[in-house]
């Protein structure tokens, strides 16, 4: 059973910055999909970025331009670095892997953008 720790939440102002990290147990080389989803109160989870691996990289829309998805397999780790932060981006953050059709979630990790 893969772990994935995510950190690197907190309180921000509109404008500022945070970088998200995800640690996985095991090697990332294996994972077939490699990805950052929210979910903000009252809403449902949505995804946030997402790498497909040799297929593509996908943003959302919203975050298109602002966020940044990355990886580095030396750590087994996955970031997202977020630019531009506004108040509609507050919600708990979910790392998410799959591997052969398995997926994998972190707990979540909170971040608040204050106006």
């Known amino acids: 059973q893969v772990q994935l720790v995510e950190s690197g939440g907190g309180l921000v102002t509109t404008g500022g910055s945070l970088t998200l990290s995800c640690a996985a147990s095991e090697t990332i080389l294996a994972m077939n999909v490699l990805g950052w989803y929210r979910q903000a109160p009252g809403k449902q989870r949505e995804t946030v970025a997402r790498i497909t691996v040799g297929v593509s990289t996908y943003y959302a829309d919203s975050v298109k331009g602002r966020f940044t998805i990355s990886r580095d397999n030396a750590k087994n780790a996955i970031y997202l670095q977020m630019n531009s932060l506004k108040p509609e981006d507050t919600a708990v953050y979910y790392c998410?892997?799959?591997?052969?059709?398995?997926?994998?979630w972190g707990k979540g990790t909170l971040v608040t953008v204050s106006s």
């Open positions: 998410y892997m799959d591997r052969a059709n398995v997926n994998y």
